[in-house]
Structure formats: structure tokens, C-alpha cells
């Protein structure tokens, strides 16, 4: 991608931003997050369809804030994080530069915050085409074969927080998991205590999660604990119509009260 290199290059030239966040290929040819600081170095920067970690995750941690203003390589579920991260006063719109790219990998020119939000509103937000047959297959179950599933799945967790850690929405300093008085989720890894914690991670992530899937690639185990969220994402849009991530003044579906909101989940 000649053009994001030269753009790249330009905003680091001109110092309009002193990190460029994005993708290059490491020494096997696996490919990594880049964190360019030196002009001479943008042609590093790749884009290809293997490049799908959702970088947003390190726009929040102080190790690349203190490189300064940051640019970054956003393909949509890059954008919509961030524009929950801004949304969370977590980011300032004016301490990046967003260079977007679009579905068939092309650069786009994203000039500012609302430009990016007209892409986003233009994009299908809906989980990706190729979690939802999963999520159908999922729902055909009955409660009880359900609970089995997630009870097989989550008996493998080994609570190493991989998933946490990749996700751009779980920036907690100190994560409820690990604070200990109370303890609100056991620390050892059973079925009972593992559970407990996709549970709350879900519940903190309801109305939050943009879909990447990042959490799932990121488990060592293979447990698929993005579908825990992102059925969540369609319960919130079935009952709220809303997606995450498509406004910087976004406010928080479980934490708002509207007083027409329905209540038909109350029995
Ligand atoms: S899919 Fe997973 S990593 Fe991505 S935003 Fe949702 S919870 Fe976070
Ligand atoms: S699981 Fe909850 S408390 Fe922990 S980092 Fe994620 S959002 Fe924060
Ligand atoms: S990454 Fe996998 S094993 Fe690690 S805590 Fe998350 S679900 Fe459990």
C-alpha cells in the first residue's frame, strides 16, 4: 500500500504525529503490530486481509501515549473503538490521526471525527457474517443445552486474561477480576469461578462491543468467548436499536434510563 507508507511518512516528516501505529510482517513473515517512530522506517507498514488485530487496544496504553499524538491504521472495528473510546473519555479526537481503510483495502481520507462517523453510519454494523452462523446455531439451543455449551467451553478457561487484554474496551487500570477485597470472581481457574468471570466481562462489555472478535482470536484454548458478546451486541440492538461505536457522544445503553424504555424483561 504505497500510499498509506507515503502518508505515513508525510504526518512523522512533519511531526504531525510522533507514533504510527499499524501492521507489518515480522521476521517468519507473521504479521504484528507496527509502532513506527521514524520516517525513514513507514515502509514497513503492510496491509493485506491477514492484518486483523484490532489495534485500538493500544491507544489507551501509556507506553504508546508517551510517543505523543499517535496515527493509526483503522479498518472499521478500529473506528467504532474508537469512537467508544472517545465516547468513554478515554481518547481525545485530537490526539489521533486516523488513517482508515476501507473494506477492499484501499486508504481512505478520514479528515476528522465526523468524516469517520459518516463512514461508520454507512457501514453494516451487525456482527460479521462469518460469527452469525454460529450465534444461529447457538440460539437453536434450548436454555439448558445452552448452559451445557458455555459450561464445556468455560471449564477449558484458564484465566490468563489473554482476552482482556486485546480487547480496546477492557482499559480498566484495575480490573474487577482483580480486585480481591471483596473478591468478586475466585481467582483459581474452575468451571464455577470461570463462569463468573465471562459473565461479568459480558455484562461490562453489553452495549460496548464493537464485534472484532479480537477476545476469541486472543484465547490460547480456543474458546470462543466473542459470541458471549456479540449475542449480547444483537440483544442490545434487538431492545435498544442501537450499535456501539457509531458516535463519539455515545451514551452507555446499561447505564442510561430513558423513561419510555421498555420493561418487559421485568417479571
Ligand atoms: S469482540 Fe471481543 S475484543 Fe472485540 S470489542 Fe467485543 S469483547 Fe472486545
Ligand atoms: S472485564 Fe470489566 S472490569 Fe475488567 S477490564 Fe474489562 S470492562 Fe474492565
Ligand atoms: S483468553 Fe481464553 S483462557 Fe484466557 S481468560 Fe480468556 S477465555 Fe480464559
Known amino acids: 500500500m504505497d500510499n498509506l507508507v507515503k502518508r505515513a511518512k508525510e504526518l512523522l516528516e512533519n511531526k504531525t504525529v510522533q507514533v504510527v501505529i499499524g501492521y507489518e510482517a515480522g521476521p517468519t513473515g507473521v504479521i ?5 517512530t521514524d520516517p525513514e522506517k513507514a515502509g514497513k507498514l503492510i496491509y493485506n486481509d491477514k492484518c486483523d488485530q484490532n ?13 505523543g499524538k ?7 472495528p478500529v473506528m467504532r473503538s474508537i469512537m467508544m473510546l472517545i465516547s468513554e473519555q478515554q481518547l481525545f479526537a485530537e490526539s489521533i490521526v486516523v ?5 477492499d483495502g484501499n486508504l481512505l ?11 461508520i453510519e454507512k457501514s453494516d454494523l451487525s456482527n460479521p457474517e462469518k460469527y452469525k452462523a454460529l450465534l444461529a446455531e447457538l440460539n437453536k ?65 453489553a452495549g460496548r462491543c464493537i464485534s472484532c472478535g479480537e477476545c476469541g482470536r486472543a484465547c490460547p484454548v480456543g474458546i470462543p468467548c466473542h459470541l458471549l ?28 434510563f430513558e423513561p419510555n424504555d421498555k420493561e418487559s424483561f421485568i417479571i
Not at 487496544?57 to 508517551?66: G, R, S
Request: charged share 15%; with cysteine.
Open 141 to 205: 439451543l434450548n436454555p439448558e443445552e445452552k448452559f451445557a455449551y458455555w459450561q464445556k467451553e468455560l471449564s477449558k478457561c484458564i484465566k490468563c486474561y489473554a482476552c482482556r487484554q486485546a480487547c480496546p474496551m477492557c482499559y480498566c487500570t484495575r480490573c474487577t477480576v482483580e480486585v480481591n477485597q471483596p473478591q468478586w470472581i475466585p481467582v483459581q481457574a474452575n468451571t464455577h469461578g470461570n463462569m463468573e468471570w465471562h459473565i461479568l466481562r459480558a455484562m461490562h462489555l
Open 99 to 103: 488513517l482508515g481503510i476501507s473494506a
Open 109 to 119: 481520507d478520514i479528515a476528522d471525527i465526523n468524516i469517520m462517523q459518516g463512514y
Open 229 to 256: 458478546t456479540m449475542q449480547l451486541t444483537d440483544q442490545v440492538y434487538t431492545y435498544f436499536k442501537v450499535y456501539a461505536g457509531t458516535s463519539d457522544k455515545m451514551n452507555s445503553v446499561l447505564s442510561t
Open 32 to 36: 504484528r503490530p507496527a509502532f513506527i
Open 55 to 67: 489495534l485500538a487496544v493500544y491507544l489507551t496504553k501509556k507506553e504508546v501515549k508517551n510517543f
Open 70 to 76: 499517535m496515527a493509526i491504521v483503522a479498518t472499521l
